[in-house]
């Protein structure tokens, strides 16, 4: 599976899943909490997964709220691909089919060539 589809947050600012969590449990120092602060603001995406992550009340929990949210974004991935895939028809007989019409419509016309010039 495309490793860039599980990590949105990465992709969306450059703001790591740890990063993130830190900034919510107050590890960071003044100025990398600035940086994550312009991060937010500039991203929507990002700024939801805070807040998203900000509701939880027990600090915690939020690992396993995290592991949880990206298994249940891996299986969704994993049946939506599955999905998708589906069996093209027989391409032999559709060639053969084309090929049988556009003989049929050479002949056709070579038929009313010759009727209307004896």
Known sequence: MNEQLLNILKEQGEVSEQQL?????????AEERHEIELRLAEHELLSDAEEGLAMIKDKEQIDTATAQLNAALTEQLKKRRKRKRRELPNQSLLIATTFIILVLIVIAFMVIYKMRNP
């Not at 969590?21 to 120092?29: A, M, P, Q, V």
């Open 21 to 29: 969590l830190d900034y919510l449990s107050g590890k960071l120092s």
